[in-house]
């Protein structure tokens, strides 16, 4: 198999271990008749009397169709507020599995287009509002949340208006606020957020399963953490906006809101009715996607799931760890262009402050590894792009070019570079299916790409200048270099697989 089927094969595994579906099955049991209990992971919750459902989020109409399926009667009722479009897309893309079945107790919501609050999610939002606020300590709220939840479960707190939110929100992220940044506002003016759907339901026991689209799952910002205690104060929303030179523009609700609200988040105490459980991760998808590498016969090694910083220094990063790599299989481990490779690559990390990533320790695994087997190093995460051009591509694939375009400037520059002894292959893609607004989920690359296009009269700096990665990939070999999976139904950031085993002598 070529290196290229092999990423293909790791980056299929990584996406289906995070599909709804396996993941919800795997994870909840409906057990006993009598007094029947929901095991979620081995944690068990008695069903004393009914139990409900609701989510919201890009990934909840697959989690909900699992969850009726395992649930069966049990399910008193439910109500999901789901991207516009989403049942009509996985109807025509053939994915039966994720859609619910035609006699369903789940009520769903489409709304939030283009992942922005709506009206109608602010109705699936005041309907779900109304059916937590219902519950009494018998019932059993479960809460199935993912990416893009945020956008699905509007409710402003009054007087704010659902424009004023959204202007505000808009304006923020096109300030570059990190999505960190973005919910710790969003749940200072929301009913919801920050804990508010859970503080609703009380004294229900709420249960809420969790597909992580943030970088090290932190239960609070995922969706804005409608069931988690909240760590974050008024004073941290207050230090966003003036971050953002926003603070002095507020419509008037919105100033009201903030001057009402309380200093100090809700105290942790008041969750004890609260469980928040994550399902799905980039970390479980990249554990999967390692475990069937070394099935193929790598020797495999995840650098990180928490990846994040500007798209070029990212793929610096990947340059160089692929010719440390490389310098290995040519038995040049020791020496002056090894300890630059490192200095530089420690000094990138220091840069980028990926969270939990010990350098030091993964280039110490790496120089352990034998000759005598290919390599593969997986990572996962999520890169910026600063829109310079008016190109159309996504993160993923103008990685995989930037990747490319490195590979080519450290081969043109080495006259006895390393990468000559190896062959290497990179793969980028997002776990959803979709990178940015373009029909693929990312790009492969390899070193001889710059050199390559530029024969079909294609100049790749070009393409980059404009961030238009994906028309450069459309045309490059016919698109043979784009990673198409169409919609995957499940969300866990973007991956990353390097492939790289020695090139066979003639
Ligand atoms: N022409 C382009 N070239 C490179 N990146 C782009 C381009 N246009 C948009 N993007 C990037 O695509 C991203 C938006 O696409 P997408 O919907 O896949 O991501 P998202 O909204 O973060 O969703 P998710 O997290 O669910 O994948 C933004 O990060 C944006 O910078
Ligand atoms: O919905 C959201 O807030 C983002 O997708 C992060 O979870």
Redesign the pocket.
């Known amino acids: 198999m070529s290196l290229r089927e092999h990423a293909l094969s790791l980056f299929r595994g990584a996406v289906g271990t995070v599909r709804p579906a396996p993941m919800l099955k795997r994870a909840l049991k409906l057990q006993g008749d009598g007094c029947p209990q929901l095991l979620v992971k081995g944690q068990a919750f008695p069903v004393k009397k009914n139990l409900y459902l609701v989510g919201f989020g890009?990934a909840v109409l697959g989690m909900a169709a699992a969850a009726e399926e395992i649930l069966g009667e049990q399910l008193t009722r439910g109500i999901i507020n789901v991207p516009l479009g989403i049942q009509e897309s996985l109807q025509r893309a053939g994915m039966q599995e994720m859609l619910l079945k035609p006699h369903s107790k789940i009520q769903v919501i489409e709304g939030a287009k283009n992942?922005l609050p709506d009206a109608e999610a602010l109705k699936g939002a005041v309907a779900i509002q109304e059916l937590a606020q219902g519950l009494t300590a018998d019932d059993l709220l479960l809460v199935l949340i993912s990416?893009?939840g945020s956008a699905l479960l509007p409710a402003p707190i009054p007087p704010i208006l659902l424009e004023e939110k959204e202007k505000l929100t808009k304006m923020l992220a096109s300030r570059g606020a990190a999505?960190q940044e973005l919910n710790i506002v969003r749940k200072t003016l929301s009913v919801l957020k920050g804990g508010g759907l859970a503080q609703l339901a009380h004294p229900a026991q709420v249960v809420s399963l969790i597909l992580s689209?943030v970088i090290g799952d932190p239960l609070d910002i995922i969706a804005s953490g409608p069931t988690a205690a909240s760590s974050h104060s008024v004073q941290d929303c207050l230090q966003i906006l003036t971050k953002y030179n926003l603070l002095h523009n507020l419509p008037k609700s919105v100033e009201m809101v903030l001057s009402s609200s309380p200093t100090k988040p809700t105290a942790p105490q008041s969750y004890s009715h609260v469980s928040n459980i994550i399902l799905g991760s980039n970390t479980l998808a990249l554990e999967e996607a390692r475990r069937q590498a070394e099935g193929l016969g790598y020797a495999a090694l995840v650098l990180s799931a928490a990846v994040h910083g500007e798209?070029g220094r990212v793929a610096t990063l990947y340059c160089q760890l692929i010719q440390l790599v490389c310098l290995g299989f040519a038995s040049l481990r020791e020496g002056a262009l090894s300890d630059k490779l490192r200095g530089n690559l420690l000094q990138l990390a220091a840069e980028l402050q990926i969270p939990g990533l010990d350098l030091d320790e993964f280039l110490e695994a790496l120089r352990g590894l034998g000759p005598d087997r290919p390599v593969c190093i997986l990572a996962g995460g999520?890169?910026?792009?600063?829109?310079q051009?008016?190109?159309?591509?996504?993160?993923n694939?103008?990685l995989a070019l930037r990747v490319g375009l490195g590979l080519h400037k450290a081969q043109a520059t080495g006259a006895s570079s390393p990468q000559g002894r190896c062959e290497i292959l990179f793969l980028s893609g997002?776990?959803?299916g979709?990178?940015?607004?373009?029909e693929a989920a990312g790009a492969f690359c390899s070193p001889g790409l710059v050199a390559e296009a530029l024969q079909e009269g294609l100049d790749v700096e070009a393409f980059l200048r404009?961030?238009?990665?994906?028309t450069f990939f459309s045309q490059f070999q016919g698109g043979r270099h784009l990673l198409v999976t169409g919609l995957t139904g499940t969300?866990v950031?973007?991956i990353q697989a390097i492939l790289i085993r020695a090139m066979e002598r003639s």
């Open positions: 890009k992942n990416g893009g999505i689209d798209v999520e890169t910026t792009v600063q829109l051009g008016t190109g159309k591509g996504g993160r694939q103008e997002g776990t959803d979709q990178d940015g607004p373009t404009n961030n238009d990665s994906y969300n950031m973007d």
